[in-house]
């Protein structure tokens, strides 16, 4: 496209852009982009560009915050109208109660069937149950290992229950919304509130500092009034956005806040998938995926009740022969089995439900060799409770460790006497550094997948051996101030992102 001609120069536009500040080398570069392009293609820039960043928790509160303070301004500036942020109060959506029947799904996801469930762990802590489901796709939805599936949940049973409570909605009370402005939920047409509050809204999302400021408004007390106006100001960030306190939440706290349905309908983010890694290869059956994961039931950190999680409990649920909605969502391009499969070794590090992916990495290096193509080594550090609890997957690994697939070194926390003494993942690595420098050191790719905490402790152990590595060639001073201080070493991490370290992080 010929820039100098200027071809969007009756364009107008605003950019808010979201981020993951663990892609470092990649942190809100799209939406930087699409800022400078459209510019420089002629279009007029209506406000500066807002930013936020994912791991912070905070996305929708970030972006209603760039709208209240950046956007509308700008746009009354414009437009020369009333910014709709400045309405005294939140009008919502209108609601009449009615009887007669309806239901409707709109999302970007295909209907895909449940052809086996299975627990994984044994006995221990129900709150650390693991999981495993099978799902036959709908047919021509591929994909390759290391790729994710989108699931489109529906709430906890418990949490459409507390919202039919809050409403005094009876068990077959229908709704019927209608609204002037742009909505994601099913208007002029009769729907059960029962599927409304399952399928079609997040009751879990943390409120939002302008929720708080709305229900300050439907407060009847001024007291009431004057906590939720705090809470969404600085105390929002220590007792609403860590603790993820729901605007359900607030309504059972504060009963003379006198919230209209309408007005909690509008204020709630429209369900949205939740994105699993697939723990199978598609050269073990490329019309069926698996998913590995953690049965999320925990005690809340808002203090009510127990903390559910929405997509976990939806797929607890299923049971071979139920239908659920997914799509196929492509993993990180660097998040992928190396092209030269012969000649590059493998380094994969994971704890607990992070083993998904290299579940479907080391399935698929075992059909490699039942087809009798020839591999270079593979090493899977892998942490976990104890071996007799959550030891995922043992006899398959077991069974392609023999065939050459992988070799397996586990950390058991709670039994580390069965692992050589490791108690974490990050203890295996340490001990074996020496087998994981020699591959290292013929080309190998190192993938991480696992929380926040384990993959800090990856990157340090990374970097620990790294600097030893130096001090052997009298690379590195003996008298460094700590081991993981040295910037040269730093610098040679942070050059290896994407390209020979990867991870893929969950919180």
Request: proline share 6%; charged share 25%.
């Amino acid at each position: 496209m010929d820039k100098e001609k200027k071809p969007l120069k009756d364009v107008s536009y605003a950019v808010f852009g979201c981020g993951h500040k663990d892609w470092v080398q990649t942190f809100h570069r799209i939406p930087k982009l699409v800022d400078t392009t459209l510019e420089q293609l002629g279009a007029e820039r209506l406000a500066e560009p807002g930013l936020t960043d994912a791991s912070t928790g905070e996305v929708f509160t970030n972006f209603e915050t760039w709208e209240d303070d950046v956007l509308w301004p700008a746009l009354t500036s414009k437009y020369k109208t009333t910014s709709s942020a400045d309405d005294s109060k939140t009008k919502g959506v209108d609601v009449t109660i009615s009887n007669p029947r309806t239901s409707a799904l709109r999302q970007d996801v295909r209907e895909a069937t449940v052809v086996k469930t299975a627990t994984l762990t044994k006995g221990g802590d129900p709150r650390s149950i693991k999981k495993h489901i099978e799902i036959k796709l709908p047919e021509g939805m591929a994909y390759t290992a290391g790729d994710y599936l989108a699931v489109l949940p529906i709430n906890p049973k418990e949490s459409v229950h507390r919202a039919m409570r809050q409403f005094h909605l009876a068990r077959d009370a229908h709704l019927s919304i209608s609204t002037d402005g742009p909505t994601s939920l099913p208007t002029d047409t009769s729907v059960p509130a029962h599927d409304l509050l399952s399928s079609y809204v997040e009751l879990s999302q943390p409120v939002t500092k302008r929720n708080l400021v709305t229900l300050a408004e439907y407060a009847k007390d001024e007291e009431t009034k004057a906590l939720l106006n705090r809470l969404a100001g600085d105390a929002y960030a220590e007792e609403v956005s860590t603790k993820r306190v729901s605007v359900l939440d607030i309504l059972e706290r504060h009963p003379t806040v006198d919230l209209p349905i309408g007005v909690f309908l509008s204020m709630l983010p429209p369900m949205r998938v939740r994105q699993y890694s697939i723990s199978s290869s598609p050269m073990a059956h490329a019309s069926n995926v698996t998913l590995t994961f953690s049965v999320l039931n925990e005690p809340s950190l808002s203090g009510q009740g127990p903390y559910i999680g929405v997509a976990s409990s939806y797929l607890d649920s299923l049971a071979e022969g139920d239908s659920l909605h997914v799509a196929i969502r492509p993993s990180h391009a660097a998040f992928s089995l190396p092209s030269d499969t012969e000649h590059t070794p493998l380094i994969c590090v994971a704890a607990g439900t992070g083993l998904a992916p290299f579940r479907g990495f080391i399935q698929e290096r075992a059909a490699m060799l039942a087809a009798g193509r020839t591999l270079a080594p593979a090493l899977l550090f892998f942490g976990c409770r104890s071996p007799d609890h959550d030891d995922l997957y043992r006899d398959e690994l077991d069974e392609w460790e023999a065939r050459g697939a992988v070799s397996v070194r586990r950390a058991f926390s709670r039994e580390p006497d069965g692992s050589e003494g490791c108690k974490h993942v990050q203890d295996r690595m340490w001990r074996d550094r020496g087998e994981l420098v020699e591959l290292w050191k013929q080309g190998a790719k190192a993938y991480v997948c696992g929380s926040r905490g384990v993959a800090e402790s990856a990157k340090e152990t990374i970097i620990k051996i790294k600097v030893e590595m130096e001090k052997a060639k009298g690379e590195q001073p003996e008298t460094a101030e700590t081991e993981t201080d040295s910037e040269k070493v730093k610098e040679w991490f942070e050059s290896l992102r994407n390209i020979r370290y990867v991870t893929d992080v969950f919180d």
